[in-house]
């Protein structure tokens, strides 16, 4: 399996408050992604990164904010929580680029409520 | 507008017998595709891919089929067992550098001993 974890795994708070919620990989992969699985919908794009520093918006990017510091750490925030935000989060990881194939892995998850 | 589509919540097959699952897509862009097999509280996991190069991919008891021109691919499981039992989802990507991933709502294939 690919060395990808998430913290925390479960997490329960209030809506108005910031949660951030970590990637950590130990693949040296390029690529990192952010989704949100919700019933109905499959897993949705939040926002992704193709480097340090260099991240761009998914899909469903509004109400996130993300970070990248490291090859290894790929940071979500919620910067004020809100019910609507209540889902699981998955983290990915891929070494594709243009031209390639892009199998991507996935973390365990993070299961999210905001009440 | 969803771009890819899995029209069945819910399949349910006999042990030993085939599945067999859908996916459509709108997008003619699209030019890679995937099938992810997720349990419960767990993460995705690869399962199998096709080119739109190609019609049939095979891995196993696992066949990717990709017909173009209707913009369906489907995913065949023979003999399927027990441990196939979970959510399958396929996801569509196209070029750009980093060939982000288009998901279907999933299918729970249930099979029955």
């Known amino acids: 399996d690919a060395g990808i974890t998430q913290s925390p795994r479960h997490k329960v708070t209030e809506t108005g408050t910031p949660v951030t919620l970590r990637c950590h990989q130990t693949?040296?992969?390029?690529?990192m992604y952010w989704y949100r699985q919700d019933p109905g919908h499959g897993l949705r794009l939040i926002h992704y990164?193709?480097?340090?520093?260099?991240?761009d918006k998914g899909e469903v990017s509004d109400g996130y904010s993300v970070s990248r510091s490291k090859t290894e750490d790929f940071l979500l925030t919620l910067e004020s929580a809100t019910s609507s935000q209540t889902s699981v989060y998955f983290c990915?990881?891929?070494?594709?680029?243009?031209?390639?194939?892009?199998?991507?892995?996935f973390g365990p998850g993070t299961r999210l409520t905001v009440l | 507008d969803q771009q890819v589509k899995q029209n069945s919540p819910s399949l349910s097959v006999q042990e030993g017998r085939i599945s067999i699952l859908n996916c459509d897509y709108t997008?003619?862009?699209?030019?890679?595709f995937l099938w992810y097999k997720k349990y419960p509280a767990e993460g995705p996991t690869f399962l199998i891919s096709?080119?739109?190069?190609?019609d049939k991919n095979e891995d196993g008891r696992f066949t990717v089929f990709l017909n173009k021109s209707a913009k369906h691919l489907s995913l065949h499981i023979v003999p399927s067992q027990p441990g196939d039992s979970a959510v399958y989802f396929c996801?569509?990507?196209?070029?750009?550098?980093?060939?982000?991933?288009?998901f279907g709502s999933g299918t729970q294939l249930t099979v029955l001993p």
């Open positions: 990915a990881i891929s070494e594709s680029g243009p031209g390639a194939n892009n199998e991507q892995f």
């Open positions: 693949e040296n992969h390029r690529y």
């Open positions: 990164s193709y480097g340090v520093k260099d991240t």
């Open positions: 997008n003619s862009m699209f030019d890679y």
């Open positions: 096709i080119s739109s190069i190609k």
């Open positions: 996801a569509a990507s196209w070029g750009g550098s980093a060939r982000q991933l288009t």
